[in-house]
């Protein structure tokens, strides 16, 4: 099969000039024709300088509409997504040029309403008018990634940070990001206002703009549909992306914790450059994904199986000339990104096939318990008081089950009354039997209503989970008509687009020959004049040509500044680790610490065994652990309390590394913690020694210590004894 690629989708927005912006008299500098796809940035520094015009799949000017933003670059994408393909949608630009308001819009008036939102809506009306042998499971997440760090906005504990993951089939992943299925549009705003009010929680405890982090919005429409009694299952994924603002950090002047920030966010959308540049140049073997959290996890988007849109969000006026013209630029490189799209059929992670088993085991266990009786009892005189307790035998009809459980329940409950009253009134039985009778005749009643209570509780869950699953609503035969008017509307636009694109080259053709016909000379002045001509557009496009040279080297010059000042930046940070090295940590526990951390590939990170005990994650568990307790009610708390208890009255733990692996000092022989010891001085480097810091650096930390190291605290957690 020949393989598909398709480019990712790029268009241009433009926000109008705000308020500010008119009262401080700037002028707009873009001219948007939407006609053409073309944006035009004058340069108004340099008024006879060429104006830079860029072409792009679409354009959306000041005037632009939520509703057609969305119509023409979301709406083919969500409906790609349900019917199987991977989307992404992002908006990419400088702060304040309008992505949040192209992705999320405001809920009031409703037109101003942005992608996210309208894409809700949009899901849920296609289930609706889907055929009915066709069943969805919709699930949503949401994350921000700020400082590369990973936060579940939809989890109790959003400041746990998470880790990215790769399954070879599935690609990459969140591990233990929550994900809730969802029934309807409502639901899914619910979640998206839980993780917007998260976000802000985030963003007032860290700083106060929301803007610094970026966020993803995945929707998940799982698909089963029954062709010719067999199941067909296929997943779509959508990704909603808002970037955090893309400025040069030498711009905002930030220090301290805003130049972390500025240097995360700087570094995340320059790997996002990198990997768009080395997808685009033939040449790269190597495309840098891993070099930031944002890039991994777009991987799937960019050069992968998804179905792109890039939003790139300009504003016009005057003084953002530079940063328009580097988004404009980014933007045009991503036009040349060719991506693979493909349906994701039978993925094994599907969720919704396995809920399927499940509510038919469930259903199956409920018919079983009804035919086998459900507790159905005998009187004491061995007739048949009950036989069976349900006698539904299609489980399918729950709600009848329901109905009849119910019934069957009175019924029971007049029948044993009467039997008891029966057994009172039997004059020739004795107390002692009269009461053993009465009791028997309880413990059936007990084991009947027990019975019955597990049909209810088994029928409650298969609704539970029945409920989870939206269904098409509409006749096979509708929807499948439906189904080929939307395809067949879908084909008139792509037949019109192309069809315009022959009319505009035949133009172009037509207008190229007339040129040629009325420059046809007659005399040799014509032909001097025609030459003449000639050179002078040569000699424009030379200009053209050198000025947009001069530009691509001012272009990379910025470029490699930027990665000089985050060189710097690195090396100042790793001057202070150094410094808090040589200066506060023991030589003993630097030499331990670098002989036994080792690198964990997946995590991306450094770790040591044992380090959940160390004394600052314990201290968070406590802290973690008194948070967690106020919220509780009273009985809830007691249990916890004493948790708690036992954290506090945690001892110090010292380990020990044995060859069998971390033991508890306390719990090691003397003539063990001495082999340790021996063990740990005569230790060769294990292979992950080669990602280590220099053994120059555990020298220079020996050394620059003139401290006694008995004035250290003791490092809770770590011994080299
Ligand atoms: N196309 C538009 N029409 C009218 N107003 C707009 C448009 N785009 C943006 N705005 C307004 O401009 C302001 C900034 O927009 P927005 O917050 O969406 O920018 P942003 O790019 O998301 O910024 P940040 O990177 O800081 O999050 C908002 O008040 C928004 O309502």
């Known amino acids: 099969m020949s393989k598909k690629f398709e480019c990712v989708r790029v268009v241009i927005r433009c926000r109008p000039l705000n308020d500010t912006e008119k009262k401080d008299g700037r002028v707009c500098i873009v001219n948007m024709d939407t006609k053409n796809g073309q944006v035009t940035v004058r340069n108004p520094k340099i008024v006879d300088e060429v104006p830079k015009q860029f072409t792009f799949d679409q354009i959306f000017d000041t005037q632009s509409l939520q509703e057609n933003v969305y119509n023409s670059t ?26 949040t308001h192209t992705m999320e819009g405001k809920d009031d008036p409703p037109t101003l309403r942005g992608i996210i939102p309208r894409t809700f809506d949009h899901i849920f009306e296609r289930i609706e008018n889907m055929a009915k042998n066709k069943q969805f499971l919709v699930k949503v997440s949401f994350l921000e990634l700020y400082n590369e760090e990973i936060r ?70 799982e698909t089963n549909e029954m062709i010719q009694g ?23 002047h930030a220090t301290g914790d805003r130049l972390k920030e500025a240097i995360n966010i700087n570094q995340s959308l320059t790997t996002l450059g990198n990997v768009i540049s080395a997808l685009v140049d033939n040449k790269s073997q190597h495309i840098p994904y891993r070099d930031s959290k944002l890039t991994r996890l777009l991987q799937d988007s960019l050069g992968g199986n998804t179905k792109t849109v890039m939003i790139a969000n300009i504003g016009p006026a005057d003084y953002n000339y530079d940063e328009t013209i580097s988004t404009l630029r980014y933007a045009h490189r991503a036009k040349q990104i060719k991506n693979e799209p493909k349906i ?45 307790v349900v006698k539904v035998k299609n489980v399918d009809k729950i709600k009848e089950a329901e109905n009849i459980i119910e019934r069957e329940k009175e019924e029971l409950r007049k029948k044993i009354e009467e039997e008891r009253r029966k057994i009172d009134q039997q004059k020739n039985l004795g107390e002692e039997e009269k009461m053993k009778l009465l009791k028997q005749l309880q413990e059936k009643e ?10 209810q509780k088994l029928i409650k869950t298969i609704q539970k989970m029945e409920q989870k699953l939206v269904i098409g609503h509409t006749e096979v035969e509708e929807a499948r008509r439906k189904e080929k008017e939307l395809e067949e509307a879908r ?14 080259l035949e133009l172009q053709k037509k207008e190229e020959f007339n040129l040629e016909l009325q420059t046809k000379y007659n005399s040799i002045k014509e032909e001097l004049e025609d030459k003449t001509r000639r050179i002078k557009t040569l000699q424009q496009k030379t200009r053209q040509l050198e000025f947009e040279n001069k530009e691509t080297d001012e272009f990379m010059a910025k470029e490699i500044e930027d990665l000089q000042m985050r060189k710097r930046e690195i090396l100042q940070e790793v001057k202070l ?46 802290q973690q652990a008194l948070q967690e307790q106020q919220q509780l009610n009273a009985t809830d708390q007691i249990n916890s309390e004493e948790k708690l208890q036992e954290l506090l009255n945690h001892p110090n733990v010292y380990f020990a590394y044995t060859e069998e692996g971390l033991v508890r000092e306390e719990q090691l022989a003397p003539q063990e913690k001495k082999k340790v010891q021996k063990r740990l001085q005569s230790a060769k480097k294990p292979q992950s020694a080669k990602k280590r810091p220099s053994s120059k650096r555990i020298e220079s930390a020996k050394k620059s210590v003139n401290l006694q190291e008995q004035n250290y605290p003791k490092a809770k957690g770590l011994s080299s004894k």
Do not use: C
């Open 577 to 622: 680790k150094q410094f808090i090295l040589d200066y506060f940590i023991p030589p003993k526990f630097l030499e331990t610490m670098q002989m036994l951390a080792f690198y964990n590939e997946p995590a991306e990170a450094w770790t040591i065994q044992g380090l959940d005990y160390s004394g600052k994650m314990t201290k968070n568990q406590i």
């Open 230 to 252: 067999q199941s067909h299952v296929t997943v779509g994924k959508l990704n909603l992306v808002d970037l955090a603002g893309s400025e040069r950090q030498s711009k905002t």
């Open 74 to 99: 979301a709406s083919p994408i969500v409906e790609s997504v349900l019917e199987g393909y991977n989307g992404t949608i992002f908006a990419y630009g400088q702060t304040g040029t309008g992505k």
């Open 344 to 388: 994701n059929e039978d993925p094994k992670d599907a969720q919704i096939r396995q809920f399927q088993e499940e509510i038919l085991k469930l259903k199956q266990q409920l018919e079983a318990s009804i035919e086998g009786g459900g507790g159905g009892m005998m009187n004491p005189g061995q007739e048949v008081l009950v036989q069976k």
């Open 446 to 455: 007990e084991q009947a209503n027990n019975a019955r209570e597990t049909q």
């Open 152 to 221: 579940d906005l939809l989890s109790k504990n959003i400041k746990n940070k998470l880790e990215i993951r790769e399954n070879p089939d599935t690609g990459v992943y969140i591990k233990d990001l929550s994900k809730f299925m969802i029934e309807s549009p409502q639901e899914m705003r619910e979640k998206l206002l839980h993780g917007r009010e998260n976000r802000a929680v985030g963003a007032t405890a860290m700083n106060q703009d929301s803007s610094r982090s970026h966020s993803l919005f995945q929707i998940i429409v």
């Open 491 to 504: 084909k008139l636009i792509e037949k019109e687009k192309a069809e315009a694109a022959k009319r505009s």
